[in-house]
């Protein structure tokens, strides 16, 4: 059982260029996360989804895309990469979103770096 | 709206002192309350929660009590080992939302 997993581990990108965040969980969840991660800080939401073809805004959304094809996966998408974006990205998926009481697992984490 | 404050780290211990890391939150309703520990180079993981007032929460020889009188989820442990050196957040989640909402977190350094 892998859990949730995310490619890459790490990347680092050029002001302007693109790229998607890869997310994954085989634990047949609903509900799935992005947060980031700034040095010092606590977890920001970026988007969530409440299940295949639902995703919505969470507290950070500006410069990024989501979409949710499939109950597996919930990529990430940076359209153009800005130094503000320079940061660590880590999805996170719970069995259903409701009731307050569900445990959030978490990936491993993509470390970005914007230069 | 809902907001987590934790004391300012770095706190640095030598093995087998006594911890306390203090937590308070801000939330409508009757928020679910967690804490999470980030070992260097990996993800969160959950470390303990408590559901209602007066819970406790226990994992690990790490404890911390629901006060929804002080509104705080204090993290404590009796005696830490260099191995629980990590960073570690607290976080609220109210029943009827979808999302968590983390404090800044506390680095944790325990020296042999």
């Known amino acids: 059982n892998a859990g949730v997993t995310q490619t890459p581990k790490f990347r680092i990108l050029k002001i302007g260029q693109s790229m998607t965040l890869q997310c994954a969980q085989d634990m047949n969840h609903n509900y799935m996360y992005w947060y980031r991660q700034d040095p010092g800080m606590g977890l920001k939401l970026i988007y969530y989804?409440?299940?295949?073809?639902?995703?919505d805004k969470g507290e950070v959304p500006n410069g990024y895309n989501v979409s949710r094809s499939t109950t597996e996966d919930f990529p990430l998408r940076l359209e153009l990469a800005a130094p503000s974006q320079t940061s660590v990205y880590f999805c996170a998926s719970t069995p259903r979103g409701g009731g307050g009481r569900e445990t959030q697992y978490f990936g491993p984490g993509t470390r970005l770096l914007v230069l | 709206g809902n907001s987590v404050t934790q004391m300012e780290g770095p706190v640095t211990l030598s093995e087998e002192a006594f911890l306390t890391i203090n937590c308070t939150y801000t939330?409508?309703?009757?928020?679910?309350l967690f804490w999470y520990v980030q070992y260097p180079g990996e993800g969160l993981q959950l470390l303990l929660k408590?559901?209602?007032?007066?819970d406790k929460g226990s994992n690990k020889g790490f404890e911390a009590t629901y006060r929804k009188e002080t509104t705080s989820f204090h993290l404590e442990k009796g005696s830490v080992q260099v191995s629980d050196s990590a960073v570690y957040f607290c976080?609220?989640?109210?029943?009827?939302?979808?999302?968590?909402?983390f404090g800044g977190g506390t680095r944790l350094m325990v020296k042999p």
């Open positions: 989804s409440v299940g295949a073809g639902i995703t």
């Open positions: 408590a559901t209602k007032a007066d």
């Open positions: 976080a609220l989640r109210n029943n009827a939302g979808n999302m968590l909402t």
């Open positions: 939330a409508t309703g009757y928020p679910s």
